[in-house]
């Protein structure tokens, strides 16, 4: 009997050992090189998830695709995304779910063009071939600028390119023009090895950078991923009170000139929320991309289903404009 008990309580020993290591494994977030991801970089730089007992771990990623497909793999529990990259990944699968929007921006994507190409105004794109990193928020811009300036997308030819590579591709000639989202934008309109002109800044097209969870995290650490959440809401009103700290925290991670850095952040709204907007957008985007043939014989998610609101609540029950 002795015996047995001992086994016993070295197996409960074990159990809370084991259960001890899997709180403490930090969570992985995968995070998207851009401006729009300053928040994270905030919190990471100030220790604030540490503050909320929270180890985590970033890898960077040019977009937010990328970040999706780290997901995908198994390699990140977070990751974030603009809503057209999560319309792209919901034909795909469904074993994720976006928690929170935290900032949006009018600033983010730009159409730069090779004046040695020929190109002045929108119309000049005709027959010529346009960069731009498919499966993202740069695509679905691109096309609305074109329709929006009576010029077919079809009637031009575009070039998958990635944003590390666009102002390669430029330089090379091996493009005409790139649809591309910041800081690779900026990189590309005032470098020297591209004479270029910016024909179109994104100021009518507001998007939003949110949070992404995977489902089987949501379910097994919901306790950490509302700590992340309120690490995330600390850095905003750290971003918000002292801007130029987090500026400096800006230029250091991404490596971009401190003026970029200042304009960027002028141009970006940091907030926590989940609102009935993204839901509209979500949808909007996800018929563009039957519309044009983008996803062929796959139907869209059901949007609502997509997103978790639960956490959100709990932190900041007023940042959520969804109906329970």
């Known amino acids: ?14 159990a809370a050992c084991l259960a001890g290591s899997a709180a403490a494994a930090p969570l992985t977030v995968a995070v998207s090189r851009s401006p729009h991801s300053l928040p994270v970089f905030v919190a990471l730089a100030e220790g604030l998830f540490e503050a ?4 985590v771990k970033a890898i960077e990623a040019p977009s937010g695709r990328r970040c999706l497909k780290l997901m995908a793999d198994g390699q990140a529990d ?16 469904s074993d994720f779910a976006v928690i929170a929007t935290f900032s949006s921006t009018s600033s983010d994507i730009e159409l730069v063009a090779r004046r ?36 077919d997308p079809k ?21 005409d023009a790139v649809a591309v989202f910041q800081p690779f934008a900026y990189a590309t309109a005032h470098s020297p090895r ?40 600390r850095a905003n009103e750290s971003i918000r009170s002292r801007p130029r700290q987090a500026e ?26 989940l609102e009935e907007g993204l839901l509209r957008s979500l949808q909007s985007q996800a018929n563009w991309v039957l519309r044009e043939g983008y996803a062929t014989g796959r139907k869209p998610a059901d949007y609502r289903a997509l997103i978790d609101a639960a956490p959100l609540r709990v932190v900041l029950p007023n940042a959520v404009g969804l109906p329970r």
Request: hydrophobic share 45%; proline share 3%.
């Open 1 to 14: 009997m002795g015996s047995s008990l001992l086994k016993y309580r070295s197996l409960m020993l074990l």
């Open 52 to 55: 909320e007992g929270l180890s």
């Open 78 to 93: 977070i990751g974030t995304a603009a809503e057209t990259a999560i319309v792209f990944e919901s034909f795909e699968r």
């Open 116 to 151: 040695a190409a020929g190109i002045k105004v929108p119309g000049d794109l005709v027959g010529k071939r346009l960069g731009v990193v498919k499966g993202t928020s740069a695509q679905y811009f691109l096309d609305t600028f074109l329709l929006n300036n009576d010029v």
């Open 155 to 175: 009637s031009v030819v575009q070039v998958p390119v990635q944003p590390e590579s666009a102002l390669d591709s430029m330089a090379a000639a091996q493009v």
């Open 194 to 233: 591209v004479d270029g002109v910016v024909l179109s800044e994104s100021s009518d097209y507001k998007q939003t950078f949110n949070l992404v969870a995977q489902s089987s995290v949501l379910k097994a650490r919901r306790g950490d991923v509302e700590r992340f959440l309120r690490a995330i809401q």
């Open 248 to 273: 400096g925290i800006f230029v250091a991670r991404l490596g971009v000139e401190p003026g970029f850095a200042a304009w960027s952040m002028q141009h970006t709204h940091a907030l926590l929320s």
